[in-house]
C-alpha cells in the first residue's frame, strides 16, 4: 500500500542566505518543502550571472517534484528533475558558449527514513546524540586525493585548489550525485550548506550550534560566525530537525550512484 509522506509539522527548519562580504551578488539558491519531504541548497558556478542562473535552474527543477507515494517514487522523481536541470544548463552553456554549473544537497524524508542526496561540495550534516557527521563526501579535486592518500585532511584545508570542483549540476551530459540513506530518529537534526559556510566554520562549531539554539537561531548564529570571520563566498545553511510522529517504516532504494534516465518538466521558482 502505498504511504504519504510526513506532515510538514513534523519538523522544525530554519534557512538563511547571505551574499557574504566579497562577493557582490548571492548565486546560491535553495528550496523549502517540508509538506513533501525536501530541501535543498544549490551553489553556481560561472561568475555573477552563470552562476545565479545556474543554482536557480536546478532549483526550479525541484519545483516538479510532488508529492511521492513511497520513497523510491520520491527519490526518482528528485532524479528525474536534476536530470531535466541538467538538460537545460547543458543547453543555455551551448547557446552562450560558457561555462557554468551549480553543486546541490538534497534532503529527503518518507515516512521512517531519509536520503541523502548531493553532487559538488555542497555538504549535508546528520547531529545525533550529541555527534555530528558529515554525511556527503565533497566530490573535489583534493578530497580525491586525501582518499588516495596522496594528500592530508589539514594539507587539503590549505591547498590552493581545494576549491576545484569535480561532479556539479550543468557540467558532463549526465550528472553524478552520491546518494547515502537510513532510519530517522527522534531529535535528528540535519544541516545542508554552501561552501561558504564550512570555508570559516568547523564542525564542532556547527555542533555547538545547532545543539544549544533553536533551528532558525542556529542558522542566524552560523551566518554572524562566518560574517565575523570574513564570508569571502555566498553563505547559505538550511536547519532541519526532526520531531518523532506516528509512521509506518519504508525503504529506499540501496545507496549507490545514480547516472540518470529521464528528463521531467520543470517550473519557476
Same mark, same amino acid.
Given at each position: 500500500?502505498?504511504?504519504?509522506?510526513?506532515?510538514?509539522?513534523?519538523?522544525?527548519?530554519?534557512?538563511?542566505?547571505?551574499?557574504?562580504?566579497?562577493?557582490?551578488?548571492?548565486?546560491?539558491?535553495?528550496?523549502?518543502?517540508?509538506?513533501?519531504?525536501?530541501?535543498?541548497?544549490?551553489?553556481?558556478?560561472?561568475?555573477?550571472?552563470?552562476?545565479?542562473?545556474?543554482?536557480?535552474?536546478?532549483?526550479?527543477? %525541484? #519545483?516538479?517534484?510532488?508529492?511521492?507515494?513511497?520513497?523510491?517514487?520520491?527519490?526518482?522523481?528528485?532524479?528525474?528533475?536534476?536530470?531535466?536541470?541538467?538538460?537545460?544548463?547543458? #543547453?543555455?552553456?551551448?547557446?552562450?558558449?560558457?561555462?557554468?554549473?551549480?553543486?546541490?544537497?538534497?534532503?529527503?524524508?518518507?515516512?521512517?527514513?531519509?536520503?541523502?542526496?548531493?553532487?559538488?561540495?555542497?555538504?549535508?550534516?546528520?547531529?545525533?546524540?550529541?555527534?555530528?557527521?558529515?554525511?556527503?563526501?565533497?566530490?573535489?579535486?583534493?578530497?580525491?586525493?586525501? =582518499?588516495?592518500?596522496?594528500?592530508?585532511?589539514?594539507?587539503?584545508?590549505?591547498?590552493?585548489?581545494?576549491?576545484?570542483?569535480?561532479?556539479?549540476?550543468?557540467?558532463? #551530459?549526465?550528472? #553524478?550525485? =552520491?546518494?547515502?540513506?537510513?532510519?530517522?530518529?527522534?531529535?535528528?537534526?540535519?544541516?545542508?550548506?554552501? =561552501?561558504? %559556510?564550512?570555508?570559516?566554520?568547523?564542525?564542532?562549531?556547527?555542533?555547538?550550534?545547532?545543539?544549544?539554539?533553536?533551528?532558525?537561531?542556529?542558522? =542566524?548564529?552560523?551566518?554572524?560566525?562566518?560574517?565575523?570571520?570574513?564570508?569571502?563566498?555566498?553563505?547559505?545553511?538550511?536547519?532541519?530537525?526532526?520531531?518523532?510522529?506516528?509512521?509506518?517504516?519504508?525503504?529506499?532504494?540501496?545507496?549507490?550512484?545514480?547516472?540518470?534516465?529521464?528528463?521531467?518538466?520543470?517550473?519557476?521558482?
Amino acid at each position: 500500500m502505498n504511504e504519504a509522506p510526513r506532515e510538514a509539522s513534523d519538523f522544525e527548519t530554519g534557512c538563511i542566505s547571505h551574499t557574504g562580504k566579497v562577493r557582490k551578488a548571492n548565486e546560491d539558491n535553495f528550496i523549502l518543502r517540508p509538506e513533501i519531504g525536501l530541501w535543498a541548497v544549490a551553489d553556481g558556478m560561472g561568475g555573477h550571472e552563470n552562476g545565479a542562473l545556474a543554482s536557480a535552474t536546478v532549483v526550479a527543477a %525541484l #519545483e516538479a517534484v510532488g508529492a511521492a507515494g513511497s520513497a523510491p517514487d520520491l527519490l526518482a522523481m528528485l532524479e528525474d528533475s536534476v536530470l531535466g536541470a541538467n538538460e537545460t544548463l547543458r #543547453e543555455e552553456i551551448r547557446k552562450r558558449g560558457a561555462t557554468m554549473g551549480a553543486t546541490l544537497v538534497v534532503l529527503l524524508v518518507h515516512r521512517r527514513h531519509f536520503a541523502c542526496v548531493w553532487s559538488g561540495d555542497s555538504r549535508i550534516y546528520l547531529v545525533r546524540s550529541g555527534q555530528i557527521t558529515q554525511i556527503s563526501r565533497d566530490h573535489t579535486e583534493v578530497q580525491d586525493m586525501v =582518499d588516495r592518500g596522496l594528500l592530508t585532511a589539514e594539507e587539503a584545508k590549505r591547498s590552493p585548489r581545494r576549491h576545484v570542483i569535480t561532479h556539479a549540476i550543468g557540467v558532463h #551530459e549526465t550528472p #553524478e550525485l =552520491d546518494i547515502e540513506s537510513g532510519e530517522i530518529a527522534d531529535g535528528d537534526t540535519f544541516l545542508l550548506c554552501s =561552501d561558504g %559556510l564550512t570555508e570559516h566554520v568547523a564542525d564542532t562549531e556547527i555542533l555547538r550550534a545547532v545543539e544549544a539554539e533553536s533551528a532558525q537561531a542556529a542558522c =542566524d548564529a552560523l551566518l554572524a560566525l562566518t560574517l565575523e570571520r570574513g564570508a569571502r563566498d555566498n553563505v547559505t545553511i538550511i536547519i532541519v530537525r526532526y520531531r518523532q510522529g506516528q509512521a509506518e517504516r519504508t525503504r529506499w532504494m540501496p545507496n549507490r550512484r545514480m547516472a540518470g534516465s529521464s528528463t521531467p518538466g520543470s517550473n519557476t521558482p
